[in-house]
């Protein structure tokens, strides 16, 4: 045998460049630069030099590689992020070397607990990663391994049971499988899956059965929305981002929107309501139509509720609903909510305030604990906003079946269509449909577009809902309760579209448990673990008892 075979250096090499593959595939399942819409098959292995990795390192060592793979795959994958404000990319990259650096030592402290299926425990821990991630301050959803699914129509159907979760477990199982197969295997690979595969062909044909029983449930829970009621939303896309200028652009932007919608309205059949996007309309416009603290604002709040005033169906649009609220020490303040503006006429009827807002851009809970960090989010021109509270469900008149009636619907802004909790509330609250008003145009990137997408997919699936998204640049769509993109705008273009969706009503598993299935394998990663090291413990007890007794 050649010494220099297994050399540190080589194997280190080795390492790196099994970091470098699950990188590369990792990126590659979703969209990205190379391929618009991603690779979804390369999902279905993408994590196996990930989980190979972890096989092969030592438990001090795992910390390294899973902070590297962390920041370098998200370093690929959300590259557009700099766009925003290059400590973006800075933060998310920094967050998830943390977060693997820290997963990489469970999954490893898996595989030294367990030495027989070890890789059921390795399978378990990711899928708990996954969904942990999604919670609290830091929740960041991009880059669940069952989004990479989002084109496949009839694997995705099952996020109507569990979620997304369903498809990361169906997703994700391979990848364990094959990590674990190869870890020792050299150059006799089919051999040694082969071997491996007769050792554990159980579990591998448990995940097939699951996999034929999602496609077959995914195939016979197809519906044909022929009689359901139709809404038809007119979604305007002006394709600026409207934070980027000053007030002769924002003048600029009404324009535009006022003629796409006008066009919208002209065409047939005609729409039930018309749609803007995120902060589409810059001035604030009740602070504006009651303290007119600013001439030139006013005038352009005057002339958009001139506009709106002629129109006869309702006009949904983003806005800064700034209010004056007492500040709990005697005095009044204003105070900012990212909001969405029902119109009927030139009435605000009623409005939505975001619940679920950006970590560090859009709100900063922790002054107190990191005044350096907020006081340089403040320098940075952070805008800050006040979180809502109310999960609010619009009700408007549309014409039905020859008659009238009422549409019932909610509208989750930008980043919030990626968390599924927030629909299902909705849904939970009377919501027959999903409005998603969203700027990504600051990202000047189709594939930050499609990626947002992906998730917005799932959100009609998992709800049993119609989708219809109106953005600044892309990507405006609507979207059937099966999650199929039945209309979709051409991206980075002024344009409209009207989207004729079915209205449903009722629910699913997952509309009436949640994320009950992430729950689930979050406590079965620590159960596993904590089974697996309590068992160690015992076992080794065991045997310096049985070795004090030869001793004696």
């Excluded at 793979?69 to 990259?93: E, R, T, V």
């Excluded at 413990?537 to 310096?544: E, G, H, P, R």
């Amino acid at each position: 045998m050649n010494p220099a075979a297994d050399s540190p250096a080589r194997r280190f090499f080795a390492n790196l460049g099994l970091a470098v593959l699950g990188m590369a595939l990792f990126t590659l399942s979703f969209p990205n630069p190379l391929v618009e819409k991603g690779i979804p098959l390369l999902a279905w292995f993408a994590w196996a030099p990930v989980f190979l990795l972890v096989n092969r390192v030592s438990l001090p060592a795992s910390v390294f590689w899973g902070a590297l793979y962390g920041y370098g795959a998200y370093s690929l994958f959300n590259y557009w992020m700099g766009a925003f404000h290059p400590m973006a990319g800075l933060i998310i990259n920094t967050i998830y070397t943390v977060y693997l650096g820290l997963t990489f030592p469970l999954l490893k402290l898996a595989g030294i607990l367990f030495r027989r299926r070890f890789y059921l425990t390795q399978w378990a821990v990711w899928l708990a990663y996954e969904y942990l991630r999604t919670l609290g301050f830091l929740g960041y959803p991009y880059g669940i391994s069952g989004y990479s699914q989002w084109e496949i129509i009839p694997v995705i159907q099952v996020a109507r049971l569990g979620g997304v979760w369903a498809v990361c477990a169906l997703v994700m199982f391979p990848s364990a499988w094959l990590g674990a197969a190869l870890a020792g295997a050299g150059r006799a690979v089919p051999q040694a899956v082969a071997g491996f595969f007769r050792r554990e062909r159980v579990s591998a044909v448990a995940w097939f059965a699951c996999l034929c029983l999602a496609l077959g449930y995914g195939f016979l829970s197809r519906e044909d929305y022929g009689g359901a009621p139709v809404a038809r939303i007119a979604l305007i896309q002006h394709n600026t981002d409207p934070w980027r200028g000053d007030m002769d652009e924002y003048r600029q932007n009404l324009r535009v929107l006022s003629r796409l919608s006008d066009e919208a309205l002209r065409a047939e059949p005609k729409p039930d309501m018309v749609v803007w996007s995120e902060t589409a309309f810059v001035p604030r416009i009740y602070w504006h139509s009651n303290y007119r603290d600013d001439r030139e604002s006013w005038d352009l709040v005057r002339e958009l509720l001139n506009y709106l005033s002629r129109q006869e169906v309702p006009f949904v649009l983003g806005n800064d609903d700034a209010r004056l609220e007492g500040n709990g020490l005697g005095g009044w303040e204003r105070v900012d909510y990212n909001a969405v503006l029902l119109f009927q006429g030139a009435e605000i009827r009623d409005l939505y305030r975001k619940l679920h807002l950006v970590p560090f851009t859009e709100y900063f809970p922790y002054e107190r604990q990191f005044p350096r960090i907020y006081n340089a989010l403040v320098k940075a021109d952070t805008h800050f906003w006040e979180r809502g509270k109310e999960a609010t469900v619009f009700s408007v008149p549309v014409p039905r079946g020859g008659g009238p009636g009422i549409l019932k619907f909610s509208t989750p802004i930008c980043f919030e269509d990626s968390f599924g909790y927030l629909s299902r509330e909705f849904v939970r609250n009377g919501a027959e449909l999903i409005v998603n008003l969203s700027n990504d145009a600051w990202s000047h990137s189709l594939t930050a577009q499609n990626q947002h997408l992906t998730m917005a997919v799932f959100r009609a699936v998992e709800n049993r809902r119609s989708v219809v998204r109106s953005t600044a640049s892309g990507q405006t769509c609507g979207i059937n309760p099966d999650g199929r993109v039945i209309a979709l705008a051409p991206p980075f273009a002024e344009s409209w579209i009207t989207a004729e969706v079915p209205v449903l009503s009722g629910g699913t598993l997952y509309t009436a448990y949640g994320d009950y299935l992430g729950v689930f394998f979050a406590a079965l990663a620590a159960a596993l673990l904590i089974l697996g090291a309590v068992s160690r413990i015992l076992l080794a007890l065991k045997n310096d008892s049985a070795a004090n007794g030869r001793n004696r």
